[in-house]
C-alpha cells in the first residue's frame, strides 16, 4: 500500500471520529458545562493552579504525553508488520486512549485537581489508593530515570542536537516573562521564540557538543546527572516560567516537524525517490520476538493508549485547564494528536528507513534490504538506540526529500525527540511530588508538603535507579522490561475508575470505558503472566518480584473496583464511594 495514501485515511479519521465520537462523548457522556467551578480558579495560586488558555494548556498536555513513548513503541511494533501496527494506534487511540485522557482529566477537575490514586480512593473506597500508588510511583520512578537515558543518548548520538535542547530553556524563560509580565501575544512571541529555537538546530548542527568521560562517569552518565538536577529545577519552578512557555514552543516544533514529514511524504511520493512501504504487512513470528498478541498492545503504548496520561491528566493539566469546555480539546484532542505522530513515525520506519539506510559497514542500503537488516531481528530492533535510530533517519530521508539537507534533518529530528524527552521527564517528576504530597497529606510526616523536599526526593529516587548499574546511568534499563505492563495496568485500572464513576451516573453510558477496561487488563495481565514465567526461568529475582507485586496489586484493586461497579446504583453520591 502505498504510505501517503495509509497517512492520508488515517488522518481524515482522526478528525471525523474527534468531531463525531469526541463530541459525543463530552456533550452526552460527561455533560460538559462552561459555568462548572474548575481547579485552575478555585484554587488559583500562582505556581501549580493557573487558569491557561486551552491552546497553551493544550502544548503543555501534548508534549508531556508525548515524549519518546509514541516513538520508540511503534518504532519496535513494526517488526511484527505495519497493518497489526496501524490498526492498534488507529482503533485505540479512538475508542480507549483517547477516553481514558479525556476520563481522567475530567474527573480530576471534578474533584479539585487531585490525582488519579486520590479520585480511585474516592469512587471505589480508601483501601485502593495505597495499592494504586505502588503502581503510579513504579510508573514514574521509571519514567524519569529512563527519560533522562533517552536524551542522554541522543545527545551521545546526535551531538547536533546538544546545544538547540539547552538553548531552548532561556528561550522559553524569556517567552514566558514577555507573555506573563509584559502582556505580550501568546501567538506572536511564541512564534519569535520557535523561530530563535530552529536557529540555534542550524547552529548546533556547525557546533556539535560531544563530551567526553570526565572523572570515570561516561558521557551518558554525566547528562544523566545534568538532566536530573534540571528535572529538579524546572519542576519546582511555577509553571508560568518555564513549563508553560517551554511546552507551547515544544507544540509548534511538533506541528513544524509533523508539516516537514508530511511535506516529505508527499515530495518522496512524487519525486524519483517513490516512498512506498517496504516493511512486510504482518510478521507474526520475528526471529527472537515474543508473540504478537499480547505484547503489540503492550510494545505501543504512547500511540494508542498509556497509563502515564492519566498521570499528567490528573497531575497538571487538571490545576490548568480554565474550562470544562477545553477539556475536550485538551483531553481527547491531544492524544489523536499523538495518534497522528505514530502514525508518521509508522511511515518512517516502514517507508522511509527504505529511502536510505548506513550500516556500520559504510554500505547505503534501501528498499527492503534497508528494512530488513535494521529489523534482523528482535534483538537487534528493540535496543533505544536502535528505536530512535530508525525513526530519526527514516524521518531525515522523507524530510530530505523536500530539499532540506541530511545534517539539518537530523539535527531537527533530533531536538524534536530530545524536547518532547525533557518535557516528559520533568513533568513527571513534578508529579511525583504531587503523589508523595497526596500519600502523606493525611498523615503525621508533613515534610512532604515542602515541593523542595517532595521533588529532591523524587529525584534523588531516579538517580539511584539510574546509577544503581554503575556510572553510564543505564541503571533504568534493568526494569524498563516492566514498564510496558506497569504503564498498561495502570491505564486499565484508571478506565476502571472511570467505569464506576459513570455508572454512578446512570445509563449505560459506563460501556465506552468498561469495555476498553477489560480488554486492556486482560491483555496485560495476559502479558505479565508470560513475563512472570520467563523472568522466574531466568532467574531474575528483581523483575520476578516486582512483576508478581504489579500483578497482585492491580488485581486487588480490579477485584475492589468489580464488588464497587456491581453493588453501584445510578445517582449513587460520590461521598458514599468513600
Request: aromatic share 10%.
Amino acid at each position: 500500500m502505498d504510505a501517503m495514501l495509509m497517512m492520508l485515511a488515517a488522518f481524515a479519521g482522526y478528525i471525523v471520529m474527534y468531531q463525531l465520537y469526541g463530541r459525543y462523548i463530552g456533550r452526552k457522556i460527561f455533560a460538559l458545562s462552561g459555568q462548572a467551578p474548575v481547579p485552575a480558579k478555585e484554587m488559583e495560586d500562582g505556581v501549580d493552579y493557573v487558569p491557561t488558555k486551552k491552546e497553551i494548556i493544550f502544548g503543555h498536555h501534548f508534549t508531556s504525553i508525548a515524549g519518546t513513548g509514541p516513538i520508540v513503541g511503534p518504532a519496535i511494533a513494526v517488526i511484527w508488520g505495519w497493518v497489526p501496527a496501524m490498526i492498534w494506534i488507529f482503533v485505540g487511540s479512538i475508542m480507549m486512549g483517547a477516553v481514558h485522557d479525556f476520563g481522567a482529566l475530567i474527573l480530576s477537575m471534578r474533584n479539585q485537581g487531585k490525582s488519579v490514586s486520590e479520585i480511585t480512593s474516592k469512587y471505589i473506597n480508601p483501601r485502593t489508593k495505597l495499592f494504586f500508588f505502588v503502581v503510579v510511583f513504579l510508573d514514574l520512578l521509571i519514567i524519569t530515570a529512563i527519560f533522562g537515558l533517552v536524551i542522554a543518548v541522543i545527545f551521545n548520538m546526535y551531538p547536533a542536537s546538544v546545544l538547540p535542547v539547552w538553548l531552548e530553556v532561556p528561550i522559553a524563560m524569556w517567552l514566558g516573562f514577555m507573555i506573563y509580565r509584559r502582556g505580550a501575544n501568546a501567538l506572536t512571541w511564541s512564534i519569535v521564540a520557535l523561530v530563535l529555537m530552529y536557529a540555534t538546530v542550524v547552529l548546533g548542527t556547525y557546533l556539535p557538543i560531544k563530551l567526553s568521560a570526565i572523572g570515570g562517569l561516561p558521557p551518558t552518565g554525566i547528562w544523566t546527572v545534568a538532566l536530573l538536577v534540571y528535572a529538579f529545577i524546572a519542576s519546582t519552578l511555577p509553571v508560568t516560567t518555564l513549563l508553560q512557555p517551554r511546552d507551547f514552543i515544544n507544540s509548534h516544533q511538533l506541528l513544524v516537524a509533523l508539516a516537514l514529514m508530511v511535506i516529505g511524504v508527499f515530495a518522496a511520493t512524487f519525486s524519483g525517490s517513490q516512498l512506498h512501504i517496504v516493511a512486510p504487512a504482518v510478521q507474526a513470528a520475528p526471529e527472537g520476538a515474543p508473540p504478537m498478541l499480547p505484547f503489540l498492545f503492550i510494545t505501543i503504548a504512547c500511540g494508542a493508549i498509556s497509563g502515564f496520561h492519566s498521570l499528567v491528566s490528573s497531575g497538571t493539566t487538571a490545576k490548568q485547564v480554565e474550562s470544562e469546555n477545553d477539556s475536550l480539546f485538551v483531553g481527547y484532542g491531544s492524544m489523536l494528536t499523538e495518534a497522528v505522530l505514530s502514525t508518521l513515525v509508522i511511515v518512517a520506519v516502514a517507508a522511509g528507513i527504505g529511502l536510505g539506510y548506513h550500516t556500520g559497514e559504510g554500505a547505503t542500503l534501501t528498499g527492503i534490504d534497508a528494512w530488513s537488516t535494521h529489523y534482523s531481528s528482535w534483538a537487534a530492533a528493540k535496543g533505544l538506540g536502535s528505536k530512535i535510530a530508525a525513526f530519526v533517519y527514516g524521518a531525515a530521508n522523507m524530510i530530505e526529500a523536500a530539499g532540506i539537507p541530511h545534517a539539518v534533518a537530523l539535527a531537527i529530528m533530533g531536538v524534536f525527540v530530545a524536547s518532547f524527552a525533557g518535557t516528559t521527564m520533568d513533568t513527571a517528576t513534578r508529579i511525583e511530588r504531587y503523589a508523595l504530597t497526596e500519600l502523606f497529606s493525611n498523615s503525621p510526616i508533613r515534610i512532604f508538603e515542602n515541593k523542595y523536599v517532595s521533588t529532591a526526593v523524587a529525584v534523588f529516587l531516579a538517580g539511584c535507579l539510574a546509577f544503581s548499574s554503575g556510572g553510564d546511568g543505564k541503571g533504568a534499563l534493568s526494569l524498563w522490561p516492566l514498564f510496558g505492563c506497569i504503564n498498561q495496568i495502570l491505564a486499565a485500572l484508571v478506565l476502571t475508575t472511570v467505569t464506576v464513576y459513570l455508572k454512578q451516573r446512570g445509563g449505560l453510558s459506563w460501556i465506552i470505558s468498561g469495555i476498553p477496561a477489560i480488554f486492556l487488563g486482560a491483555m496485560t495481565v495476559w502479558a505479565i503472566l508470560i513475563n512472570q514465567g520467563m523472568y522466574m526461568e531466568k532467574g531474575n529475582m528483581l523483575l520476578s518480584s516486582l512483576n508478581l507485586l504489579v500483578l497482585c496489586v492491580s488485581l486487588w484493586v480490579a477485584a475492589e473496583a468489580i464488588i464497587k461497579f456491581l453493588k453501584t446504583e445510578a445517582g449513587t453520591p460520590a461521598t458514599e464511594a468513600s
